[in-house]
C-alpha cells in the first residue's frame, strides 16, 4: 500500500462547477497535509496546508481534514481554466519538516 | 532573492557517466530534499537534510549520493548513471518550524542513454 494515495484522473470538470479531488494517507500519526499545484513543465507549488481535523478555506479552495478516515480532500469553488494542472497532496509524517511524501497526483482539466 | 535554485537546468548523459546536481536556497531553511518525478509517478524522495551536517535516505536513495555542503547547499550525485535515472529533478527546502511549506527550485530534466 502506498503512503499516500490520490486518483490519476484526469478529472473533468465543467467551468463554474466545484471540483472536488481526494486523498488519503497510511501513516495514522501523520501530522500535516499540504495540496501543491503542479501546471505542466513547472515545479511545484504549495495551495494548501491543514493541520486539524475539519475545514480550511482560502478563497475559491478549501481544504477538508478526517484523520480517523485517513483522508484529506481539496475542494475547488467556481473552477476557472487556470486551475487545470496536476494537484499533488502531500503528508508530513513528523513534526520535525523532516520527511514530507507525495502522491502521485490527479490531474485535473476545467472544460469551458 | 532568489528562493531554490538548480543548476543545471538540463543535461544529457551517457549510461555509466557521472555527474552533480547542484541547488541552493537563500531562505535560510534548515531541511533540503531532493526528488524526482517520473511521468504517473507523482514526487518520489531521493534523499533529505533534516538539518546542516544530517542526511538521511528517502524513498528511492540507490544510485544516489548527497552532499549537504552547508546550510544553503544540498547536492546531488549520480556515481554511474543509468537509464532508469532519466527523470527531473527537483529540489526544495523548508524552514523547521511554521506550516512547512516546501518551496521548489525549477528543477533538473535529465536525460540518461
Known amino acids: 500500500q502506498k503512503e499516500v494515495e490520490q486518483n490519476s484522473g484526469p478529472l473533468s470538470v465543467p467551468e463554474g462547477a466545484i471540483a472536488s479531488l481526494n486523498c488519503t494517507y497510511s501513516d495514522r500519526g501523520s501530522q500535516s497535509f499540504f495540496w501543491y499545484r503542479q501546471y505542466s513543465g513547472k515545479s511545484p507549488e504549495l495551495i494548501m496546508f491543514?493541520?486539524?481535523?475539519g475545514d480550511k478555506e482560502d478563497g475559491r479552495f478549501t481544504a477538508q481534514l478526517n484523520k480517523a478516515s485517513q483522508y484529506v480532500s481539496l475542494l475547488i469553488r467556481d473552477s476557472q481554466p487556470s486551475d487545470s494542472a496536476t494537484y499533488l497532496c502531500a503528508v508530513n509524517r513528523d513534526s520535525s519538516a523532516s520527511k514530507i511524501i507525495f502522491g502521485s497526483g490527479t490531474r485535473l482539466s476545467i472544460r469551458p | 532573492n532568489a528562493g531554490v535554485t538548480q543548476t543545471p537546468k538540463f543535461q544529457v548523459l551517457k549510461t555509466g557517466q557521472s555527474m552533480t546536481l547542484q541547488c541552493a536556497q537563500d531562505?535560510?531553511?534548515?531541511?533540503m530534499y531532493w526528488y524526482r518525478q517520473d511521468p504517473g509517478m507523482g514526487l518520489r524522495l531521493i534523499y533529505y537534510?533534516?538539518?546542516?551536517?544530517?542526511?538521511d535516505k528517502g524513498e528511492v536513495p540507490n544510485g544516489y549520493n548527497v552532499s549537504r555542503l552547508n546550510k544553503r547547499e544540498f547536492s546531488l550525485r549520480l556515481e554511474s548513471a543509468a537509464p532508469s535515472q532519466t527523470s527531473v529533478y527537483f529540489c526544495a527546502s523548508t524552514s523547521r518550524v511554521g506550516n512547512n511549506e516546501q518551496f521548489f527550485g525549477p528543477g533538473t530534466r535529465l536525460t540518461v542513454l
Open positions: 537534510s533534516a538539518s546542516e551536517g544530517t542526511t
Open positions: 531562505m535560510n531553511h534548515n531541511s
Open positions: 491543514i493541520y486539524s481535523n
